[in-house]
């Protein structure tokens, strides 16, 4: 799930797409994504991990998921994010968890918080996990239930967030738009503000893995997502916590257009939310990128192209000698009227939903609102 990036006050910088080397290599990814298992006790219409009940027997083990973690803390990354499937299936998970934010790392929890009580957020919390995002699918048990795949799954995650809340551990929401939930957008951003959200983060859903084959009619119209981004952008003047949209690379082009100035925290906080005056993050310098259970490396949960695998080439090898990468980092070669357009390095388009649509990764984002 991608989704889990970027806690309040821990987000993801602007800067040139180009990124600065770092040495004499290509500056590293500000937040590496680290799914830690495919396991997972719901079953999400939605799931880009193609997670289940099965552990699949491929996944690191914890003496090569250490060694991963020492490079990426020895390497510069500045936020990782474990994910999953549901990362609190993993046996040995606590101990990743420790093991990563002992050495320095800022370390955060993508979960369906489902398997949260008291005991586990205390849990989470002393072994140095300083925030985690909590997947919110719907404003009710009926839409979040559906959606997740198990009935009860909405309560069992509004106590995770209660759990999370009584023991000190920010959480922020973690939605996905889709047209089941366009008219319940609106009470889904109360909740996370009554329920003690630090954020809110809203993914613009693609067409990835298991949305092809179960709810490919869920995502936007050109038209919806222009719309709803421009309600989000007007509702963010007035609303206490921070609004993001990963997926959607022209949420922050219609913030700047519509000159929001938010009334509750600084206006620069705007600048941490993803793709804000820099474009897709995917495999970008200073951006973004992600590892599977199995070591894979893939630029991100929405574009699932594999670059190399951790088990035979270094993190840091595959991120400056990947020809994919170091291809995707050219935005000279976007396509159509993203080529053409005033916004191609502060935009660019979602190059995710680009790759699944058309095959062609520098294709015109067909989700593009803007021109």
């Not at 935009?347 to 095959?359: F, I, V």
């Amino acid at each position: 799930m991608e989704h889990s990036a970027n806690m309040q006050g821990h987000g993801h910088p602007g800067g040139h797409p180009g990124g600065m080397p770092q040495g004499n290599g290509i500056m590293p990814p500000f937040l590496v994504s680290y799914s830690v298992t495919r396991e997972c006790n719901l079953r999400c219409k939605h799931c880009y991990s193609e997670s289940s009940d099965n552990v699949p027997k491929d996944e690191l083990t914890t003496e090569q998921a250490f060694r991963l973690l020492d490079e990426i803390v020895s390497w510069g990354p500045k936020l990782l994010i474990f994910d999953g499937g549901e990362p609190l299936k993993r046996a040995d998970f606590f101990d990743l968890a420790k093991h990563a934010s002992s050495r320095g790392i800022r370390t955060v929890i993508g979960t369906n918080a489902t398997l949260i009580d008291r005991n586990v957020a205390q849990k989470l919390k002393d072994c140095g996990v300083m925030a985690a995002q909590i997947s919110v699918d719907g404003a009710n048990a009926k839409t979040h239930d559906w959606f997740r795949g198990v009935e009860g799954s909405f309560e069992k995650a509004m106590q995770g967030a209660k759990a999370c809340r009584e023991v000190g551990l920010p959480f922020q929401f973690g939605a996905t738009i889709r047209k089941g939930t366009i008219k319940e957008l609106p009470r889904l951003l109360d909740m996370a503000v009554e329920t003690g959200a630090i954020a809110a983060e809203l993914f613009d859903l693609v067409q990835v893995q298991r949305v092809k084959e179960e709810i490919p009619d869920e995502i936007l119209s050109v038209e919806e997502r222009k719309e709803i981004m421009g309600w989000l952008a007007r509702k963010q003047e007035d609303y206490p916590i921070v609004i993001r949209t990963p997926g959607c690379t022209m949420y922050p082009i219609t913030l700047q257009s519509a000159g929001i100035v938010p009334k509750h925290f600084p206006k620069e906080n705007l600048m941490r939310i993803p793709y804000y005056n820099r474009g897709c993050a995917a495999g970008m310098p200073n951006g973004y990128v992600t590892i599977l259970p199995n070591g894979d490396v893939i630029p991100c949960m929405l574009l699932q192209t594999v670059v190399g695998n951790v088990k035979n080439d270094s993190l840091k090898k595959i991120w400056e000698t990947s020809p994919i990468l170091l291809e995707l980092r050219d935005r000279s070669k976007l396509k159509g009227k993203c080529k053409d357009c005033e916004h191609d390095k502060t935009c660019s388009g979602c190059r995710g939903r680009a790759y699944e649509q058309t095959g062609d990764y520098f294709a015109e984002d067909p989700g593009c609102y803007l021109k």
